[in-house]
């Protein structure tokens, strides 16, 4: 997985495994309760990819095989 930061977003990539995952959120580091995201995804290069705004708090990303 890899994260970057293009203009004011954040964008979430993985490899196209051929695996479907989800892309769960959270923002507390000693919280267990994720988010599962409902991003819009795009496939580049083989990998997915999740446009998602950025905020000003702390948050940690996840892949979760369903």
């Known amino acids: 997985m890899t994260i970057s930061l293009p ?3 954040v964008m979430v990539c993985w490899p196209d495994t051929g695996v479907t995952y989800n892309l769960q959120a ?6 267990t309760n994720w988010i599962t995201l409902s991003p819009l995804l795009t496939v580049t290069n ?9 905020t000003n708090s702390m948050t ?7």
Do not use: E, I
């Open 7 to 9: 203009g004011t977003n």
């Open 60 to 66: 940690f990303y996840r892949l979760r095989k369903p």
């Open 46 to 54: 083989s990998q997915f990819c999740a446009l998602l705004p950025a």
């Open 26 to 31: 959270k923002t507390d580091v000693l919280s």
